[in-house]
């Protein structure tokens, strides 16, 4: 489920749209010619056999507005944004247009590929709009917003006598539970250690820059030095398995969590789906587990009467700059669905999370078949202020691609975490150039 491309894609994406930004026949400041028929739209995707939302979506808009058909366009995941882009050089692409990568929407907006929608109206409290927005024009809207929480395993906790997280755990809490689970799990028989981590670079930048309210566009980046010194230190213990050993053997946080080599597992609520169909179908074990709300720098923002800080971004749905002018008021029909309360339940029902969190919608979520039924679960999945792990600039990708670079020479241990930070500084700024 991570949403992340190498570089070269990204470098694909921009020459593409660069060649492309004249080919929009859309025009933002006409208005839209309301269609006197039956109007069907091409909305991409990908992984649609195994990615029931687009679906799931254009179904229950269509049960809604009988005269208005979403047909799907599947795009190789991995490849998701080169594809696409090149369908919208050739004048072939989808009428609306999934944002599956925050990062990508400058390089989109500069291509002219797409619509201007701020006429969308979004209900109050949905997140990850403010990610659309560039230079105060939106450019999509959200439809679901993923966050980071803390998943854990009861049977492995009671196995070690350790207590369960109560929410008002803090980054020491977290690596005292970790050693305290690989100790009590060992001595009980086990092999489990007290923790995974996986080995993208956001599970340790994307804490830190939410919870030390980091700029990455700024290209200081002193402010991870700590989040890292917990992560090794974790590593060097033992309590989790070492960067160098996942990496090698191609180790799934989908693996070592369902089938018990770790207690614990930060990742996002994404995966509370995966999890759920996982242990249904057999491919994890059977056991009780839970969420929490991701661990704290400190108490401030800890504990039940506060609100956690997490990172994650949005996936929100655009239009094409070159769409029929007779489709847009269908288009932003469905845009304003998706993002609405409607949509929401829809994303809910089958286990995804959406952008908007309203109590109906958390009921709705926590009701799915195999969902933990706790009050911490459904405190860590509705209650936080999340932060944009990618910031909406034409720079995010590149600086992305070199604070990747500086994660893995730390995480294996090929350069001390100072070096490796003021090597990345050095090259934001000449590579890059900093805000």
């Not at 070269?8 to 593409?16: P, R, S, Y």
């Not at 995707?45 to 939302?53: A, F, I, K, R, V």
Request: hydrophobic letters at 40%; glycine letters at 10%; proline letters at 4%.
């Amino acid at each position: 489920m991570k949403r992340s491309y190498a570089a070269a894609a990204g470098i694909a994406v921009v020459a593409t749209l660069a060649l492309a930004g004249c080919s929009g026949g859309g025009d933002d400041a006409a208005a839209p010619e309301e269609s006197s028929g039956p109007v069907t739209l091409s909305l991409s995707g990908w992984s649609l056999d195994t990615t029931p939302e687009f679906q799931a979506l254009a179904d229950a808009f269509h049960e809604e507005n009988p005269d208005i058909t979403v047909e799907l366009k599947g795009y190789d995941a991995a490849e998701y944004n080169t594809l696409l882009t090149a369908d919208l050089a050739a004048g072939s692409g989808p009428d609306i247009i999934t944002q599956k990568e925050v990062k990508f929407v400058p390089t989109f907006v500069e291509g002219g590929q797409l619509l201007d929608v701020s006429d969308v109206e979004l209900p109050d409290g949905i997140s990850g709009a403010k990610s659309y927005e560039v230079d105060g024009t939106a450019y999509a809207v959200p439809y679901r917003n993923d966050s980071w929480v803390l998943y854990y395993n009861k049977a492995l906790f009671d196995q070690a006598g350790v207590d369960y997280p109560d929410g008002s755990w803090t980054w020491d809490d977290y690596s005292d539970a970790a050693a305290a689970l690989t100790e009590g799990i060992a001595a009980a028989g086990g092999s489990a250690k007290g923790a995974y981590l996986h080995n993208w670079q956001s599970t340790v930048q994307g804490f830190a820059n939410a919870q030390s309210d980091g700029d990455i566009l700024k290209g200081e980046y002193d402010y991870m030095e700590p989040f890292y010194d917990n992560v090794l230190a974790l590593q060097s213990a033992g309590d989790q398995v070492d960067f160098n050993t996942a990496k090698a053997n191609q180790l799934t946080y989908q693996g070592e969590f369902g089938k018990q080599n770790a207690a614990m597992l930060q990742m996002g609520t994404w995966f509370v789906a995966t999890l759920i169909a996982q242990q249904a179908s057999g491919d994890a074990d059977d056991f009780e587990w839970g969420i929490a709300p991701i661990p704290q720098v400190d108490s401030s923002t800890a504990g039940l009467d506060n609100t956690p800080v997490t990172f994650g971004d949005p996936t929100g749905f655009g239009i094409n700059a070159g769409i029929d002018e007779s489709k847009v008021a269908a288009a932003k029909k469905f845009l304003a669905f998706a993002a609405g309360e409607e949509g929401a339940q829809v994303l809910a029902n089958i286990g995804i999370t959406p952008a908007l969190l309203t109590d109906p919608v958390v009921e709705t979520y926590f009701s799915v078949d195999g969902a933990p039924t706790d009050d911490l679960s459904k405190f860590a999945y509705s209650t936080h202020e999340v932060h944009p792990e990618n910031p909406t600039s034409s720079k995010t990708a590149a600086i992305q691609g070199i604070l990747g670079d500086m994660h893995t020479a730390i995480m294996s241990g090929s350069k001390s975490v100072s070096d490796a930070i003021k090597e990345a500084q050095d090259r934001v700024a000449s590579e890059v150039g900093t805000d």
